[in-house]
């Protein structure tokens, strides 16, 4: 009788136990539920393009207005513009003006006349990190300008040429005499061949009336 009595709790046990496990089993079993995602994507971080900055002419006149074009700055960020001044050496003795491509020359200005002090003034990029500047030189000079913005800290340089610019031929009393005298001969000529042709038709009228 005991024994039979232990048997049949051994069973009952296993059937407790079997019972609690299947629910369990067949909860695990189920496909769990995935969380959503509710987040807008972002875009992409901004990498702005490597800095640049450029003239739209390389070679300007004293007077003459250049235009400074910056891209790759931050965006809406201030950029101070440093102009250093490298002054046009003077030629030596004897040395001939410097020669442009376009074959026409330009006097040199000694160096001592030269301005060498740096001039700043700034700029603001738009929402494509991108500025343009007006710039009218005030001194000549090989100018370099170098733009640093506030934010970003990125840099870029360029450079312009500035000459002096073209004077006028100076009018003097000897080139204006010269000609006067040449054509003073002329018409000084032209009035004795005048005077000639006359005499010569008289004398033909009046030898061929003799005849």
């Not at 509710?38 to 971080?45: A, E, M, R, V, Y």
Request: no cysteine.
């Amino acid at each position: 009788m005991r024994l039979s009595r232990i048997i049949m709790a051994l069973m009952v046990g296993l059937a407790v136990v079997a019972v609690v496990a299947v629910p369990t089993a067949a909860g695990a079993a189920q496909p769990q539920p995935q969380p959503t995602t509710t987040d807008t994507p972002q875009p992409p971080p901004y990498v702005p393009a490597p800095p640049s900055l450029t003239v739209n002419r390389p070679t300007i006149f004293l007077g003459e207005t250049v235009v400074l074009t910056g891209t790759g700055f931050g965006r809406t960020e201030t950029v101070d513009i440093v102009v250093s001044v490298t002054p046009l050496a003077a030629p030596a003795a004897g040395q001939a003006p410097a020669r442009r491509s376009d074959g026409s020359t330009v006097a040199m200005a000694p160096v001592a006349y030269q301005a060498s002090a740096p001039v700043s003034f700034t700029a603001y990029t738009n929402g494509q990190a991108r500025f343009t500047k007006s710039y009218k030189p005030s001194v000549t000079g090989l100018l370099t300008f170098t733009a640093t913005g506030r934010e970003s800290d990125r840099s870029a340089s360029t450079e312009l040429q500035v000459l002096h610019k073209k004077q006028p031929l100076p009018v003097t009393g000897d080139s204006i005499g010269t000609p006067m005298k040449l054509g003073g001969g002329l018409i000084g000529a032209g009035a004795v061949m005048l005077l000639l042709t006359l005499a010569w038709r008289r004398r033909q009228r009046f030898g061929g009336a003799a005849h």
